[in-house]
């Protein structure tokens, strides 16, 4: 043997040492030991086992973000459903045509104070009702004025569609009863015609018909087509009689007792219309009836199917990352033949050596997921950071069943993509490995 040829026996024998010796003695090789062999041969090549865990850490962090902005999404949309009021029926009329025209949803006049008042009698699974008229008017206080929403309403208007003020008070059955021009404003109706200054107790017009200001709901942001902040509500009666000169209701808004009696009540509010317009057996209102349950589970399973869908997508990049494992181990396998063969010349068993690459390349999955779980969380709260302070302002929710669901994931990526690096450095010949050059 030529002094090369030993000198490079010895480079390869020195980092064997202690696993030589363990063998010597027939102690084997742990699963700690071959932890450590498994740690100091990724610490000794740092760049490359960076980029061998870069898509793992891509791949769990994609998922974080991804299902975080999901959950975030559809607790925004359930949010947003809310503000509508919780177990509300939305009674309308079905549009009227007019000269080949349909006038929409609302247009039919066939609606009454009268039946709203059989709807209160007849309907047990109800506990509120509201009948409800919309319009457009010029609202003006001085010399500030704006067009919105005219909403005459009863009573229990503010409560079956969740709109809490932030000062005053609202309008009673007294109010209805005597066609009283009261009125309660939204928040951006507020700020425009009184701006800093109080609003309760002015008096502002409604297309130049006075009335007092008694109260101002709490700022509630867009719900669905409209927003309780762009209008300002008045009792029902003086908007039909008064303000719009009408006889007819645009719609009913009807609170269940519970989300579980919501479809018995869309039954029997259906069956009292049908009674007050005098219809026959069979026949049913040309009536519209919204149920804010249905609309809520229709936008549960959409937001559903949107978090299953990113998260399949950012999957995809786990399973790419696994790969790039599997082809950097048999890279690795490759490059330590000689090393595999020395091992099983001194007695290593075939389970020392799958032991050992099964060990590494699942150690490269758990440290890549740990730290795909760090940054996947940062970007997450990132984006839900207000676009003023550099976010992106994105309704984003982070729970822990993501986080260890795609944790254990990138665990058993590890595994399934060492496997045949591991088994095929198993099976080398020593005398061929010993050889190898």
């Not at 929409?104 to 008229?133: H, N, R, V, Y």
């Not at 029997?268 to 349950?293: C, H, I, M, S, T």
């Not at 795909?372 to 729970?399: D, N, Q, R």
Request: hydrophobic content about 45%.
């Amino acid at each position: 043997m030529t002094n090369y040829e030993l000198t490079d026996l010895q480079v390869v024998l020195r980092p064997l040492e202690r696993e030589i010796e363990l063998v010597i003695t027939g102690r084997g090789m742990g699963f700690a030991e071959a932890l450590r062999v498994a740690l100091d041969g990724l610490v000794a090549n740092k760049m490359r086992s960076f980029l061998t865990m870069l898509g793992i850490i891509i791949g769990v962090s994609a998922v974080i973000v991804m299902v975080s902005l999901g959950q975030g999404v559809a607790k925004a949309t359930q949010q947003q459903i809310e503000k509508l009021g919780t177990n509300v029926l939305s009674v309308m009329t079905m549009g009227r045509g007019h000269g080949g025209i349909n006038q929409g949803l609302g247009g039919q006049q066939t609606l009454t104070l009268e039946m709203g008042d059989a709807i209160l009698k007849q309907c047990p699974s109800i506990q509120a009702m509201t009948p409800e008229f919309r319009g457009n008017g010029t609202v003006k206080y001085k010399s500030n004025n704006t067009k919105t929403t005219v909403f005459g309403a009863g009573p229990d208007y503010f409560q079956i569609r969740n709109m809490p003020l932030a000062s005053g008070k609202i309008f009673t059955d007294q109010d209805v009863k005597r066609k009283t021009k009261v009125v309660v404003i939204g928040d951006n109706v507020r700020d425009t015609l009184f701006g800093r200054t109080e609003a309760v107790g002015k008096s502002l017009k409604i297309n130049g018909q006075s009335f007092k200001v008694i109260g101002v709901i709490q700022k509630r942001g867009a719900t669905g087509f409209r927003s309780p902040d762009d209008q300002v509500t008045i009792p029902v009666t003086t908007a039909m009689y008064r303000v719009f000169g009408a006889d007819h209701l645009s719609g009913f808004s009807v609170q269940g007792r519970s989300g579980a009696a919501m479809a018995k009540a869309q039954e029997e509010v259906l069956a009292a219309l049908n009674r007050a317009l005098k219809l026959p057996v069979g026949a049913e209102a040309e009536v519209r009836v919204f149920n804010q349950a249905d609309i809520s589970e229709s936008a549960a399973q959409q937001t559903t199917f949107l978090t299953m869908l990113l998260a399949g997508i950012a999957l995809i990049s786990l399973i790419v990352g696994g790969i790039g494992i599997m082809n950097i181990m048999l890279v690795s396998v490759t490059e330590r033949t000689r090393e595999i063969g020395i091992r099983k010349a001194v007695g290593a068993k075939r389970k020392d050596i799958l032991y050992q690459f099964l060990i590494e390349s699942t150690t490269l999955s758990l440290v890549g997921g740990l730290i795909g779980i760090s940054f996947g969380i940062l970007v997450a709260k990132w984006m839900s950071l207000p676009a003023e302070i550099g976010g992106l302002g994105f309704p984003t929710l982070i729970s822990l069943p993501p986080i260890i669901v795609s944790f254990g994931f990138s665990a058993l990526v590890g595994i399934f993509f060492g496997i045949y690096p591991a088994m095929k450095a198993s099976r080398l010949n020593p005398i061929d490995a010993l050889r190898f050059e």
